[in-house]
């Protein structure tokens, strides 16, 4: 449709609503206000009007400010004080009056009992700018939180996005839509709700259109969810606790699953230990660390696939064990390379020193193999420390645990 005849059509430029829930109450504590054009003929979402560049930034702003506007006068005879607002702004926009006219349009609903602390600023990453700082500050002086968006999908400012120090990282989970993405796909993921924790912003995993979605944005640190598998834009407001039975009964689902993967987790973990404390015990004596390996090796086939020591610094103090087709074979290029550069390495060390016990490491993909695997490793003695790469096969048949 041309943006003239929206332009020319005001009236039916209006607000929807899509509600964002909690996990902490399983309730809805704000929506996102996305803009339609409705008419007799048609119905239309505004988005890519907004984003056209091709249309005068006057003539987006205007339609902004009307979607803006009459959806402030909904949310104003609510009668909900504690409810968010997330409105979407491209940057450059934004900055074309040094944001004073966003602002304007926010302070002229507290009248109506509209706060600054209501509204969330939501910026799509790839329109965060060098220069765009301080306007962030100035909005925040007021109260106004700041969600940065589409970080899943377009994340290429992750300095910038720790820069402006967002309250909200919205992660897209739009091409997360089944459990058979890839391990790297998840752990890209993964890393980003570990950016959120480090920065101290929230988490809100949108376009959300599945379980499977929902439980994994549930077990990433996801603390607002939103998306069509929970309720579609309307264009009036919801009960809060609409889906609160619904939410409660799958997220309890969830928690029963990942304590019953945590489980098999500390259950491995244990029966790991003890065979192995078992093996060193029955081995140790007169032997040599390559002798010791060998040993080990004979009663790791089908568990193990690389085995070796390192001391307390990091640095191997023997060759690699490894396991290729049906047997044993020693890699002595390793010998005396340092590992103390891998993340936990030293911190791991210390646990197993203090703990006098084994312990298993989150899953992760080896560089060599390219296989998803965990490593057990174990305390020989206050300086020595023996590295068991586990092989994927073997914790294919724990379950979850791959």
């Given at each position: 449709?041309?943006?003239?005849d929206?332009?020319?059509?005001?009236e039916?430029?209006?607000?929807?609503?899509?509600?964002?829930?909690?996990?902490?109450?399983?309730?809805?504590?704000?929506?996102?206000?996305?803009?339609?054009?409705v008419?007799?003929?048609?119905?239309?979402?505004?988005?890519?009007?907004?984003?056209?560049?091709?249309?005068?930034?006057?003539?987006?702003?205007?339609?902004?400010?009307?979607?803006?506007?009459?959806?402030?006068?909904?949310?104003?005879?609510?009668?909900?004080?504690?409810?968010?607002?997330?409105?979407?702004?491209?940057?450059?926009?934004?900055?074309?009056?040094?944001?004073?006219?966003?602002?304007?349009?926010?302070?002229?609903?507290?009248?109506?009992?509209?706060?600054?602390?209501?509204?969330?600023?939501?910026?799509?990453?790839?329109?965060v700018?060098?220069?765009?700082?301080?306007?962030?500050?100035?909005?925040?002086?007021?109260?106004?939180?700041?969600?940065?968006?589409?970080?899943?999908?377009?994340?290429?400012?992750?300095?910038?996005?720790?820069?402006?120090?967002?309250?909200?990282?919205?992660?897209?989970?739009?091409?997360?839509?089944?459990?058979?993405?890839?391990?790297?796909?998840?752990?890209?993921?993964?890393?980003?709700?570990?950016?959120?924790?480090?920065?101290?912003?929230?988490?809100?995993?949108?376009?959300?259109?599945?379980?499977?979605?929902?439980?994994?944005?549930?077990?990433?640190?996801?603390?607002?969810?939103?998306?069509?598998?929970?309720?579609?834009?309307?264009?009036?407001?919801l009960?809060?606790?609409?889906?609160?039975?619904?939410?409660?009964?799958?997220?309890?689902?969830?928690?029963?699953?990942?304590?019953?993967?945590?489980?098999?987790?500390?259950?491995?973990?244990?029966?790991?230990?003890?065979?192995?404390?078992?093996?060193?015990?029955?081995?140790?004596?007169?032997?040599?660390?390559?002798?010791?390996?060998?040993?080990?090796?004979?009663?790791?086939?089908?568990?193990?696939?690389?085995?070796?020591i390192?001391?307390e610094?990091?640095?191997?103090?023997?060759?690699?064990?490894?396991?290729?087709?049906?047997?044993?074979?020693?890699?002595p290029?390793?010998?005396?390379?340092?590992?103390?550069?891998?993340?936990?390495?030293?911190?791991?060390?210390?646990?197993?020193?203090?703990?006098?016990?084994?312990?298993?490491?989150?899953?992760?993909?080896?560089?060599?193999?390219?296989?998803?695997?965990?490593?057990?490793?174990?305390?020989?003695?206050?300086?020595?420390?023996?590295?068991?790469?586990?092989?994927?096969?073997?914790?294919?048949?724990?379950?979850?645990?791959?």
């Amino acid at each position: 449709m041309d943006a003239l005849d929206i332009l020319t059509d005001l009236e039916n430029v209006v607000p929807l609503f899509q509600p964002i829930f909690n996990a902490e109450e399983h309730k809805i504590i704000g929506y996102e206000i996305l803009g339609r054009y409705v008419s007799e003929k048609e119905e239309l979402s505004l988005g890519s009007f907004f984003q056209d560049e091709m249309i005068p930034e006057e003539y987006r702003i205007e339609v902004e400010n009307v979607v803006f506007s009459k959806a402030m006068e909904v949310a104003s005879c609510s009668g909900e004080q504690d409810l968010l607002w997330f409105v979407n702004r491209e940057a450059g926009l934004l900055m074309m009056d040094d944001g004073e006219g966003f602002l304007q349009s926010i302070l002229s609903f507290q009248g109506k009992g509209i706060r600054p602390e209501n509204i969330v600023l939501e910026i799509s990453d790839r329109h965060v700018q060098n220069h765009i700082e301080h306007l962030i500050n100035y909005y925040k002086s007021y109260g106004i939180k700041i969600a940065v968006g589409k970080v899943g999908s377009e994340s290429s400012y992750l300095n910038r996005i720790a820069g402006i120090e967002p309250d909200i990282l919205k992660i897209d989970m739009s091409s997360l839509r089944s459990n058979n993405s890839g391990p790297a796909y998840l752990d890209v993921l993964h890393s980003l709700s570990i950016l959120a924790r480090k920065i101290g912003a929230a988490i809100l995993f949108e376009n959300i259109e599945t379980p499977y979605q929902l439980q994994f944005a549930w077990k990433n640190g996801g603390r607002f969810y939103q998306g069509f598998y929970l309720k579609k834009p309307q264009t009036d407001l919801l009960e809060k606790d609409i889906l609160k039975e619904k939410l409660k009964a799958e997220i309890h689902g969830f928690i029963l699953s990942e304590k019953k993967r945590l489980q098999s987790y500390y259950d491995l973990r244990v029966e790991l230990n003890s065979k192995f404390q078992d093996l060193i015990n029955r081995n140790k004596k007169g032997h040599s660390s390559n002798e010791l390996l060998k040993a080990l090796g004979e009663s790791m086939d089908g568990i193990a696939f690389r085995m070796y020591i390192c001391d307390e610094d990091g640095f191997q103090l023997s060759p690699n064990l490894y396991k290729t087709d049906d047997e044993w074979i020693i890699q002595p290029k390793y010998e005396n390379k340092n590992w103390s550069w891998r993340p936990y390495f030293l911190e791991n060390i210390i646990r197993m020193r203090s703990g006098k016990k084994g312990i298993l490491s989150d899953r992760y993909s080896d560089i060599e193999t390219g296989e998803v695997i965990r490593t057990f490793s174990l305390p020989l003695n206050d300086k020595e420390f023996l590295f068991v790469d586990l092989s994927a096969s073997y914790l294919h048949k724990r379950e979850g645990l791959f």
